[in-house]
């Protein structure tokens, strides 16, 4: 398995336009992805491998079970960060809601 050339291909498939998208962000089916690897099965450390590969080209490979999706790294650049006084405020909301216990439970 080549791994370079799986991700070389998939990147420039990423690069062309694609469903009316200037960029063509796309997910790809097991199958797909078995037969660019011209194997029958890929073991998780073949995809780890894949992965690690896309993320060193710049891209972000995210497993979602049946089928993977592809993403340019910049995509996420501008995403608003998670301030800690951010994070503080949120924990603190979810610990001041506590269950409430229902008769059933006290009888």
């Not at 089916?29 to 890929?42: I, P, Q, T, V």
């Not at 891209?59 to 910049?74: C, H, K, V």
């Amino acid at each position: 398995m080549d791994v370079t050339k799986i991700v070389r291909q998939l990147a420039e498939l990423y690069r062309t336009p694609l469903g009316g998208k200037a960029r063509g962000r796309f997910r790809i089916s097991m199958k797909l992805l078995r037969k660019c690897a011209g194997r029958k099965r890929l073991f998780s450390d073949e995809i780890e491998e894949i992965r690690r590969e896309f993320y060193q080209q710049g891209y972000i490979l995210i497993d979602m079970e049946t089928s993977f999706a592809l993403l340019s790294q910049s995509i996420f650049r501008n995403y608003c960060r998670v301030t800690e006084p951010m994070l503080a405020t949120c924990i603190s909301l979810a610990q001041d809601i506590e269950p409430q216990d229902s008769a059933t439970d006290e009888q």
